[in-house]
Structures are given as structure tokens and as C-alpha cells.
């Protein structure tokens, strides 16, 4: 396989075929705020990987399997990702083009006369290139709900690292299109199942995501919810007992599900000395997120590209603290690999706004994009968004800001993505999905 050098130096660029080779050259696919200049993180200074120190991806490596732009997609035989288009003239007003997908080698329904009468199917035969390990430090890493949310950029990380990834998704909420660029990759596995079934496979760690995350989806079936929490976790439990993998625990505290997941995680660490590791995840927003799934960002990204209002419940003064994803699974990989173990560490962020200056930032972002054309205009005639004050919803919490200091002092771990910058590669997503039609 391909190779990713380790550590990622700044500036320098790695070629697939030439593991041991560099070529010096701008970044290409940074920040969509700051194209050819890298990320520019919470402490001001430029970043161009993502995770922790020795286990680094390419910010660039990662959007090129999320953002659908061939501008973000890499040369799958040098490596190298395309020149930016030239800047256009102060005087011509934007234009919005619309960029191929990133799946170049599948045909287009634009492309193919009388579709969908005249279907094609190719396979696909080059991957994102993924880093090569010696033997003893490769793990074979199951992630149950890998084909969700976190789970898919969870997956990816670990894929571009080099290590052996199985994924087990019944599709409930999740979606095969978020993992579609890896099928077939010898380094991957998917299985179609549901964890409140015995999963028999022999693995070093587990990380257990598997149950619906945003409101619409746990409440559509609450039931099913419980039952994911409990009797999923404890055949997940039960697995890592027999291989004596490390088992972590996606947790959050919307319900009885999840509380007693806990209970039962720290129940088999004591009674049969599983080694168990709790994140409890705070508001986590991303690419990927389902354009209807209920949360903050979605809501007012989706009503911002639509041109409808933003609705919000009650007077706006609740606060949300809002975590770029990224920063979410370098979280969740540094807890794996720590020592830590004693009780469990809240992955969030501190950055603590209204949820009305939440509304106002992505309504701003979104009128920003459409302006210079990287998204595409509202038809003719209608206004933009505006924001709209609705009852507020009962048991609305008022505050949300977790303590993480206890992830600074056991895992040397902190934000590091600017929330704007999230905010804009998140309308981006959004946008495309959109364009195509999709949910």
C-alpha cells in the first residue's frame, strides 16, 4: 500500500509512489477559508495534519474523501492534488460552477444519454493511499456504527494510518456512501449486522459508536434505542472479554440506554478485568451529518442554503459549545491509546455560544459563500433567511459546556479547530448534498 510519511512536516508534501520523498510545495486543500495556506488552528499557528504527534493525517488527505470537489481530490498516481483555479477579476462577480464528484471513475447521470434507462457499473480500482505499518504495530480495529457520522470519519482516520478496519452497521442511521471509497481496499471490511446479535471475529480493539446520535433517529424508535444500548454493548463487552481487546465506549447523556452502558462497561472492568475506556461526546458537528437529523448545525445550515427561516426555540439564550470533528476522533484515538482508565473524559469543546450567535454565524457564513460563488445563489427573487423566534422546546437544557479538563491532564488533548473553519467546510458538505438531492 501507499505510504503517509510520519511526522507530517509543514509545507512538505508526500508522493505515494516515493514513500521516502517529499516535494516542497504550497497546500492545496487546507481550510476552504484559507486554500493554499493551511488551517490556521485555535493557537494561531498554520496545521496542516490532523492528530496527535506520530500519528498525523494530511487535513487535505482527509477532505478529499468528504468534500465532493475534484479541486480537494488527490492524483491517485502522484499524490498531488490539482492547482487552484485562477483567481477571477475584482470586476467579474462571481460564479458558482459546480464541481464533478469525487468518484471520477464512475460514470455521471449527466454523462450517460437516456438515464436511467442506460445504466453502468465500474469498479472502482484506486483508493486513498493509506499509510504502510510493519506487522507488530498494525491492530485490527472493529467500529461498530462505522458508517455513520463519527463512525465514518473514525474509520478513515484509522484506514489512513494503516491499520485493519472492520465495520459493523445495520444502516439504520448510518449510510454505505460514507465508506464507499475504502470497499474492496484489502485494509477493509464491511459487515451488514446489528450488535444486539454475537459478533464472532478476532480483533485488538473495539470502538463501540454503534447507536443513534441525533434526536430524530434515537427518538424514532426508542425501543430499539434501549435495546442498542444495553444488549449491544454487552455482546460488545463480551467480545472484548474473549480476545482481550480494549473496548471504549461512545457515551453521551440523553438517556437511561446510555447510563447504564456505562454502568455495564465499568461492571465488566471490575468483575472480569476488561480493559474499558468512556468518552462521553459532546455537540459534535461535521460533514457527513444527516441534513435532516435535528441538530444546531444542520438545522440552520440547510435553512441558510434553502433560504427559509431559522428557527429558534424560545429566545435564543440557551448555549450550545460546538466541536469540529476532527477534533472529536483525535480525541477518541488518544483515549484509546492512553493508560487512562479510571472514569470517564468528556470530549468537547469550550467554545460556548448563544445558540442565536450560532444562528447569526452560519446565516453570515452561508450569505459569505453564496457571495463568492462557492455556493450557488438563491433563485431569482428570493430573499435570504432570516431568523425566527418559535416556543421553546420543553427540557431544552439551557447550558451545554463540558468540563474537559480532565482530557488536558490524562491525554495532553484539546480543541484545535477554529469552530468557523468547521462551520464552512460543514455548508460546503451541505451545500453539494443539496445540488444532488440528497438527505
Excluded at 488552528?41 to 504527534?53: I, K, N, T
Excluded at 460564479?95 to 453502468?120: Q, T
Excluded at 468483575?271 to 468512556?278: N, S, T, W
Aim: proline fraction near 7%; hydrophobic fraction near 35%; include cysteine.
Amino acid at each position: 500500500m501507499d505510504s503517509i510519511p510520519s511526522p507530517i512536516n509543514a509545507g512538505m508534501r508526500y508522493s505515494p509512489r516515493n514513500p521516502t520523498s517529499r516535494i516542497r510545495d504550497p497546500s492545496q486543500a487546507g481550510s476552504v477559508r484559507s486554500i493554499g495556506s493551511g488551517t490556521v488552528g485555535r493557537d494561531g499557528q498554520v496545521m496542516y495534519g490532523v492528530g496527535g504527534h506520530g500519528d498525523e493525517v494530511p487535513i487535505e488527505l482527509l477532505q478529499s474523501v468528504y468534500l465532493s470537489s475534484n479541486a480537494m481530490s488527490p492524483n491517485p498516481d502522484t499524490g498531488a492534488f490539482p492547482m487552484p483555479a485562477s483567481p477571477q477579476p475584482e470586476s467579474v462577480a462571481p460564479v458558482h460552477h459546480r464541481s464533478h464528484s469525487l468518484s471520477s471513475d464512475r460514470f455521471s447521470p449527466n454523462s450517460v444519454l437516456d438515464w436511467p434507462s442506460a445504466v453502468s457499473f465500474t469498479t472502482r480500482t484506486t483508493y486513498p493511499p493509506v499509510r504502510r505499518l510493519a506487522r507488530a504495530q498494525k491492530k485490527r480495529i472493529l467500529v461498530t456504527g462505522g458508517a455513520g457520522f463519527v463512525g465514518s470519519h473514525l474509520v478513515d482516520r484509522l484506514m489512513f494510518l494503516g491499520h485493519d478496519v472492520v465495520v459493523l452497521d445495520n444502516f439504520f442511521s448510518g449510510s454505505k456512501c460514507t465508506l464507499s471509497h475504502w470497499v474492496g481496499h484489502p485494509n477493509f471490511e464491511l459487515v451488514r449486522g446489528d450488535v444486539v446479535e454475537p459478533l464472532l471475529i478476532e480483533v485488538d480493539q473495539i470502538y463501540h459508536l454503534a447507536c443513534p446520535a441525533s434526536p430524530k433517529a434515537y427518538q424514532l424508535n426508542a425501543v430499539k434505542t434501549l435495546k442498542t444500548s444495553f444488549i449491544g454493548t454487552q455482546n460488545m463487552l463480551g467480545l472484548a472479554k474473549r480476545t482481550k481487546a480494549r473496548f471504549l465506549l461512545s457515551s453521551t447523556c440523553y438517556d437511561e440506554g446510555k447510563r447504564v452502558a456505562e454502568a455495564l462497561t465499568y461492571g465488566y472492568a471490575r468483575q472480569d478485568g476488561v480493559d474499558v475506556r468512556v468518552a462521553r461526546i459532546f455537540n459534535c458537528f461535521g460533514p457527513r451529518m444527516s441534513l435532516d437529523d435535528g441538530r444546531l448545525v444542520s438545522n440552520f445550515a440547510v435553512a441558510a442554503l434553502k433560504g427559509e427561516p431559522l428557527q429558534i426555540y424560545g429566545d435564543g439564550q440557551a448555549t450550545r459549545s460546538l466541536m469540529f470533528v476532527h477534533d472529536l476522533i483525535t480525541g477518541l484515538i488518544a483515549l484509546m491509546d492512553s493508560s487512562y482508565s479510571e472514569g470517564p473524559v468528556n470530549i468537547g469543546t469550550v467554545d460556548e455560544g448563544t445558540v442565536l450567535s450560532w444562528a447569526e454565524e452560519i446565516l453570515s457564513l452561508v450569505k459569505e459563500l453564496r457571495a463568492a460563488g462557492s455556493i450557488a445563489p438563491l433563485p431569482l427573487g428570493q430573499l435570504e433567511s432570516t431568523i425566527e423566534f418559535v416556543p421553546a422546546v420543553v427540557d431544552d437544557p439551557p447550558r451545554r459546556k463540558p468540563d474537559i479538563s480532565r482530557a488536558k491532564e490524562q491525554l495532553g488533548w484539546e480543541p484545535k479547530w477554529p469552530v468557523r473553519a468547521g462551520l464552512e467546510e460543514t455548508i460546503l458538505y451541505f451545500a453539494r448534498q443539496l445540488e444532488e438531492g440528497q438527505n
